[in-house]
C-alpha cells in the first residue's frame, strides 16, 4: 500500500480524528460510570456542565473543517471503518453543537430531578425537566429529517434500517402471542403466584453475593486486570476501553438472583466491548452493531444460556447449596406478571417495552401531554397485565431512560431478546462444556459471529451471514418450552 497517496493519508487522519472523538467518549463514560456509583449528590450541577463540555467537542470534532475535509476526500472508500465514520459524520451535520450541548446538560439536571421525584413519589417534580427534554428530541428528529414517523428519526440512532411500522408490526404479533401464551399457562401477578420457595441461599449477605457476582466474571473472562464490580441504583455496563470495563449491579438481600443475573447481564455486554477486533479500537467502529444487538448479547448470557438446564446443573454443582439442577432451572424461569420492568420475566417483559414503545409515540408525536403520561401508564398496564400501579415509583417513575432523553431506545431491549434466541438456536451443542463450567467455545463463537465486527456491519448484515432473520418465532417457541418443562 502506498502510505503517500492522497486516499491513504485521508485515512490515517480519519482514523486520528476517529480515536480524538472516541477519547472523549470514553472520559463521558467515565464520569457517566462515577456519576452511578462515586459521585457525591452536590456534584451533580457541575458535573452536567462537564458533560455538556466533552459533548460540545466531540460533536464539533465530528462535524468541523477536518472532518468535512475528510469525509469529501473519502466519499468514495469501501473501507468498513471509514464507512461508518461517513454515516456518522453525515447524521451529526444535521445536529448543531449548540444542541448537543444543550441535551447533555439537560439530561444531567434531568438525571438529579428524576432521583428527587422517586424520593419524594412525585410526578410534579420531574414533569417539567421530561418538557424540556421532549421538546429538544422533538427539534432534533425534525433535524435529523424523517420520511414516515417523527420517532423514525431517533431510532435510527438507536436501530439503524429499522421503522416504527416495522416495529409495530413486529410488536404487535409479538404482544398477541405473548398474552395468548400467558392466558394458556395461566401466569398470575407476581403477588398471587405460589412457587417452589427459593433456595437456603435467596438471603445470602452482601459480601457472599459480591463474591457470587466476582466469580461470574471472572467464569466469563472478566477479573480485576480488565474490569471491576460496583454497586448503583440500576445495573449497567461502562466501557472505557478494552482493558477498562465497568459493571455494576445492585443487591436485594432477599434473592441472590437479583445480582447474580444482573451481573450476567452486564458482563455479555463487557464481553461485546472486549471483544472487537483489535483494528477497531479508538474508531467508531469500535461498538455495537445496534443497541439491541448489544442487549441481545447481554440476554444471551442471562436468558438463553444462563438460564438453560445445563448451566443450572452446572451451577448446582458448583454450589450444592443452590439445591439440584432441575429445582434451579424452574426456580430462574418463574413466569408472574410484575409491575416493575426489570423484575419482569422474559415473557411479560416484552410487554413492558412495548407499552413504552408506544407512549414514546404519543409523546413525541404531540398527542399525549407529560401531565397525562401517568394515567396513560397506569390505562395501558391495566391493558397490557392487568395491573394498575399504587404509586408514580411502581409506575412512570421507575426507568431512568427519559431522563437522559433516550427516546427510541426502549425497543432495542425486546429486539435484543429476539436477536438472543435466534442465535442461541443456530449456536453450535455446547451443553457438555456448559455443564462442565467451561464457556469458552460459547465465547469463542459469539467473538467470531457478532463481537469482532463491531458497527462494521448491521444487525441484518450479521443475521443474516448466519442465514437468520429478524423473527419473534424462536423466542416463543424456546419460552414455550420453558413453560412446558417447568410446568410438567
Known sequence: MDQNHPQNRAERECLTLQAQIKDFHAAQALLSWDLETLMPPAGYQARAEVTATLAETAHTLLVGPKAQELASSLLASQDPVTKVFLRDHARALRLPASLVAKQARVAGLAHEAWLAARDNNSWALFAPHLEETLQLKREEAELLGYEGNRYDALLEGYEPGLTVAALQELFGALRVASLALIAEFGIEAASTKTSAPVSSLAQIDQVVQLALARKVLALLGLDQSNSRLDLSVHPFCSSIHQGDIRVTTRIQSADWRVCFYSVLHEAGHALYESGFAPDLYRTLAADGASYGMHESQALFWENCLGRSLPFCQYL?????????????????????????????????????????????????????????????????????????????????????HWAHGSFGYFPSYTLGRLYAASLWESIPDFSEGILGGDLTAVKAWLAEHIHRHGRTMLPAQLMGGLGLSLSAEPFLGQVREKLVTINS
Open 316 to 400: 448446582s454443582q458448583a454450589l450444592p447449596a443452590l439445591g439440584d439442577g432441575f429445582t434451579l432451572f424452574r426456580q430462574t424461569n418463574t413466569f408472574a406478571k410484575s409491575l416493575i420492568r426489570t423484575e419482569a420475566d422474559e415473557l411479560t417483559y416484552n410487554l413492558h417495552i412495548i407499552l413504552r414503545f408506544e407512549l414514546e409515540l404519543a409523546l413525541l408525536d404531540g398527542s399525549l401531554s407529560v401531565k397525562d403520561l401517568p394515567e396513560a401508564w397506569n390505562e395501558g398496564m391495566q391493558s397490557a397485565l392487568g395491573l394498575t400501579p399504587p404509586d408514580h415509583l411502581h409506575g412512570c417513575l421507575q426507568d431512568i
